[in-house]
Structures are given as structure tokens and as C-alpha cells.
Nanobody, 115 residues
Framework: QVQLVESGGGLVQPGGSLRLSCAAS????????ISWYRQVPGKQRELVAQ???????NYADSVKGRFTVSRDNAKNTVYLHTESLKPEDTAVYYC?????????WGKGTLVTVSS
């Protein structure tokens, strides 16, 4: 079983930055693709970024050039570095992994971009 715990959210002004963290349990973390999703109330959860076990990354068009996903397998942690934040980036950000035929989600961390 995989447990995911997000942290690092908060209130930030437009143009600011935050680093979100996703801490995962399990010694085989390094074999998993980890994804970041976000969700605004009343809207579908959307894929923001993902990183494979080999370090290949993928981003939504809306965040390309502003967000960077990285992983530290020694710490069982995936990071989402967010820059040039916009009010439309406001959402709850979730960490996700698919392992052993199961989907695993964290409880999310809230990012609010507002002046």
C-alpha cells in the first residue's frame, strides 16, 4: 500500500512561488510515476504535472515554463516547484500514484493566489 502526504501550500501573491512536496511511504517508491493534480470546487480534477520513475516529466500546457516537477528517491519525495503564480492557479493540489492496480491519492494541499 502507498501513502501520499502533500505539504507546502499556502497564500501567495500573484507572481509569487511555492514549493509543494509529496512524501510517499514504501521502499519501492522509486519505481512509481507520481502525478500532481489540482481541483477547484465545482470543476474536474486536472493533471498538472507528472514524473516517471526514470525522471521523464510531463506538464499541462497551462503550467509549462512555470512549474517544475522533480523527485528525490532517497527521501521518497516528489516536489512541484511553482513560479509566476496566477490567480487561476488557485486550487487544492493532490499527489497521485498508480501502483499494483490501485490508485492512491493524498489529501491535498491548498494553494491560494491572491493579492
Amino acid at each position: 500500500q502507498v501513502q501520499l502526504v502533500e505539504s507546502g501550500g499556502g497564500l501567495v501573491q500573484p507572481g509569487g512561488s511555492l514549493r509543494l512536496s509529496c512524501a510517499a511511504s514504501g521502499s519501492i517508491f522509486r519505481f512509481y510515476t507520481i502525478s500532481w493534480y489540482r481541483q477547484v470546487p465545482g470543476k474536474q480534477r486536472e493533471l498538472v504535472a507528472q514524473i516517471t520513475s526514470g525522471g521523464v516529466t510531463n506538464y499541462a500546457d497551462s503550467v509549462k515554463g512555470r512549474f517544475t516537477v522533480s523527485r528525490d528517491n532517497a527521501k521518497n519525495t516528489v516536489y512541484l516547484h511553482t513560479e509566476s503564480l496566477k490567480p487561476e492557479d488557485t486550487a487544492v493540489y493532490y499527489c497521485h500514484s498508480y501502483a499494483g492496480g490501485e490508485h492512491y491519492w493524498g489529501k491535498g494541499t491548498l494553494v491560494t493566489v491572491s493579492s
